[in-house]
């Protein structure tokens, strides 16, 4: 048995579940932690506290920790952090969750913080950390993505389990995942804030996502702009040279015209006779749905 399919089958726990029990899902973050995690709440050494070696966020901004050390010197630590025991006969433990606040707590020249106490093993330990990784802020769509593709590979959850344990949509768990196809140095733009996730996702079926990536850099182009731009780049070229012998200046102009308008890929087909056809095409369902509404004066 493979060291991946151990570590799915060893899990044993939902992750909505997992997430709750230790007390990082989105609402214990507002309310505080549940009855149970209540019951396990203690005052803890700071030196008596370890760093998870295994943690993948590897950077912590110092001005950020900094602001929270000032917040935690005057209203102390709101939220607790999470901790397993790694050493019970000398009172050592390992943070699961929460080493920013740990950190920030040391700062601020506290002793001792409020943390919750569970057992768990080192792969739910890395489950966790991903998460809460994951429910960052200031993410960049890699790194989230990034996040999304460890729990489906490493843990086998399904995009179904995540988008219903985090509060998100499937849409947009698959949209983020879909970043990864892109490559690196696309990606790398995404990182830098170069690109959007809507102009990357306009790229992913393109033929030179690079070459195209540099182009809406360049001219600063919107979404819908990169959408349109990738939707030429993917046209056969034969089609293109056919199509703008057959139609005139003005079709030509009406089709651009409408295709800017709608956001989508218009053609029209007019014949000598007067009679002709218009062809839209979307991209998925959204774009079905808005071009329903539009037709429907919604």
């Known amino acids: 048995m493979t060291e991946r399919r151990m570590e799915r089958r060893g899990l044993g726990r939902g992750l909505a579940a997992l997430m709750m029990d230790v007390g990082v899902d989105a609402e214990t973050a507002r309310s505080g932690p549940s009855d149970s995690s209540r019951r396990d709440l203690r005052e803890v050494p700071i030196d008596m506290i370890a760093a998870n070696a295994e943690q993948p966020r590897r950077h912590f901004d110092q001005a950020l920790l900094e602001e929270l050390a000032d917040s935690i010197r005057a209203k102390g630590v709101l939220q607790p952090i999470v901790v397993r025991p790694v050493d019970e ?49 200031d993410l960049n769509p890699v790194e989230e993505a990034a996040g999304y593709r460890s729990l489906i590979d490493r843990f086998g959850h399904s995009q179904e389990q995540i988008a219903s344990a985090l509060g998100k949509s499937r849409s947009h768990i698959a949209n983020l995942l879909r970043l990864l196809n892109l490559p690196e140095s696309v990606q790398e733009h995404l990182r830098a804030g170069r690109l959007t996730a809507g102009h990357a996702r306009a790229l992913i079926t393109a033929r030179d996502p690079e070459l195209l990536a540099q182009k809406v850099i360049q001219r600063g182009l919107s979404v819908r702009e990169t959408e349109a731009l990738a939707r030429e780049a993917t046209r056969p070229v034969a089609n293109k040279k056919d199509s703008r012998a057959e139609k005139d200046a003005d079709t030509r102009v009406l089709e651009q015209d409408i295709s800017a308008t ?26 079905l749905d808005q071009l329903c509404r539009l037709l429907s004066g919604g």
Do not use: C
């Open 89 to 137: 006969a000398e009172g050592r433990f390992q943070i699961v969750a929460g080493e920013r606040r740990w950190r920030a707590a040391q700062i601020a020249g506290l002793h001792k913080v409020p943390a919750v106490v569970r057992t768990l093993t080192d792969s739910e330990v890395l489950e966790l950390a991903i998460i809460e990784n994951i429910q960052r802020e």
């Open 262 to 287: 709608l956001g989508m890929s218009v053609v029209i087909d007019h014949q000598p006779g007067g009679e002709g056809q218009v062809t839209i095409k979307y991209r998925d369902l959204d774009q």
